[in-house]
């Protein structure tokens, strides 16, 4: 795994990434006989570190399901792929040091191989019959023409060198700089040829289905991308649906007695025009924006004492998306800090098209992105003592979108949502993920067309409607993926009831976060497990058994 990443040889512990990860055919086939060998290792070995082991096979047989089924003939979802790599690298770096200039400077000279090798995968694609859709490619495209210019100097690319740190003597500065245009130069120009390519090549053999269950063994890949998403919780996508109408339901009835409480006069529909289209629940400003996810953040950092026993050391940032992809972008993310280094951890929010920003969503967005969502469950990983690399950095899609959405409910529960409106928000968000699991399955195993996908976020959900189209854009460029958030959700609040009503009055809720969060990402059969031993030592300790 490591030896094939630049990136992750480089979070543990490796020198500077000097290049992109080799995505050859030839270095595919490597890393998978590497990682075939170590599986059957594990598998043989002996030994008393059973959740490492655990964990350690998930990510070899999510690796190798990956190869069998050759992911990188779509090396890209649509807001994420090998196209925003270097932007999201250039974001996140700080120059200090000739040699981490060096390494940027080799990063941006090895843009083209990697590019090129990225084409030939997707050229792969066309020939076998298996393409992304217009949709995502389109989003990426944009993403493309973003970071083409002719003023490589004002480039995302080169600013890392031109912010480069005083620390750097003047000599070193003026050479660097010269070799950093040139290299970043080259770089623009490997992005300006898959532009080419996209338009001349690939987008005239884009798939027509919105998901995959059209292509050859589409159904087959999906069931499987759904096991490796929902990380060991054991359902199928048959359930998964049937458990995403179960809960649009449900969300549906608290939904409608909050309009009640209000005193709205009007339909359910009638009441998500409302918060669409009200001047009251926007920004007129990005700063305003800003503002307002700082403030939220920081109400959620007052709460955690009350929560969480053990908080992380790393602090994190709220920053604005990067205006070269926001158009396409999801409206909030986390991207993981380094606690080596000192980088802090960053809430990213978008700011792009204001009028499709509500506010009312800002409080459970911010809970799920930065705490007590991800920076606090990502944070706390990183800095676990003593544990090797892979379980520092795991990161098992259910659990840590479970987790996400579950730090919304936490949020709702502190009672920071303060008005009717913000509580219809965190219930509009809880929606969302409900129609994901109904519309992701959809798409992927009963082949809709996007207008079929999109119809339970325009019935049942307040988001503006640019987030609906960018949402189900990611999940036709990203099967399985959006299953994880509700289905890991559903799993730890239904392990919390349980230990609520085999401990009654000695349920600690700061202890039980200690033992969801205490060994980092798991599986969610290792969470379940963990969890259960722990309920099981209490009620042997005196603590009172259920009734």
Sequence with gaps: MRAGDPDQAADAGADLPRQWRDV????????AARAQALLAEIEAAETARRLDQAILMRLLTDELREVTFDSARIPFTGDWGFQAEPVFAAMRLRVRTVAEAEAWIARLNDVPRYFAQNRANMTRGIETGWTAHADPLNTVREQIVAQITGDVAASE???????????VDAASRSRLQAEGLAAAARAIEAYRETLAYIDEVYAPA???GAGIAGLAGGREVYAALVET????AGYSPEE???IGLEEVARIRAAMEAIIADTGF?????DFLIFLRTDPQFYAQSDGELMAAAREISARLDAILPLYFNTLPRLGYTVDPVPASIAPGYTSGRYMSGDPAEGRKGAYLVNTYALDQRPLYELPALSAHEAVPGHHLQIALAQEMAGQPWFRQNYYATAFGEGWGLYAEWIASEAGLMQTPYEQFGALSMEMWRACRLVSDTGLHWYGWSREEAETCFKESTALAPLNIQTEVTRYIGWPGQATAYKIGELKIRALRAEAEAA????FDIRAFHDVVLGQGAVPMDA??????????ANVAAGAPAAP
């Design 157 to 167: 690319l080169y600013r890392p060198l031109a912010e480069m740190s005083d620390s």
């Design 229 to 232: 998403h929902t990380a060991g």
């Design 503 to 506: 401990l009654g009055d000695a």
């Design 265 to 269: 006069e009007g339909s359910f529909a």
């Design 206 to 208: 884009a798939r027509e």
């Design 24 to 31: 050859s055919p030839e270095a595919v086939a490597a890393r």
């Design 240 to 242: 998964i649906h049937a």
């Design 527 to 536: 969470l379940e497990m963990q969890v259960k031993a722990w309920i099981a």
